[in-house]
């Protein structure tokens, strides 16, 4: 598995939109689209998460902060063999029509990795 770049780590707040000011004001951040900051090629996104979904469930675990880092792979399904090969456990889903592998943070040290081989 070639591991591209961070793609985008992902915050989560109760008001995306604040959070994502004070990235702003701070950093004087580009914007990157709807909810999200450059930082090179890489994006910070902000979002406000609904219950019951996985990053709502961080929200409402772990508070606002960062939630997650999406790699950006060569390949999702050469990354998803070598996944299986070394047993780690992981999730296929989809993000607005983007498909991607939601890694067992329990294997990655308690870090919620996401990885996606499209930006």
């Known amino acids: 598995m070639k591991v591209e770049r961070i793609r985008n780590a992902t915050v989560v707040s109760?008001?995306?939109?604040?959070?994502?000011?004070?990235?702003?004001?701070?950093?004087?951040?580009?914007?990157?689209?709807?909810?999200a900051l450059a930082v090179g090629e890489s994006r910070i996104e902000f979002v406000t998460p609904a219950e019951g979904t996985r990053l709502g469930e961080a929200l409402a675990t772990s508070g606002e902060g960062m939630a997650e880092i999406c790699l950006r792979v060569a390949d999702l399904a050469t990354a998803a063999d070598a996944l299986r090969k070394a047993g780690v456990a992981f999730a296929e889903e989809q993000t607005d029509g983007t498909p991607g592998l939601h890694i067992d943070p329990s294997a990655a040290h308690g870090v919620r990795l996401t990885l996606r081989d499209v930006d």
């Open 14 to 35: 109760p008001d995306a939109a604040a959070a994502q000011k004070t990235f702003t004001d701070l950093f004087s951040l580009a914007t990157a689209g709807p909810g």
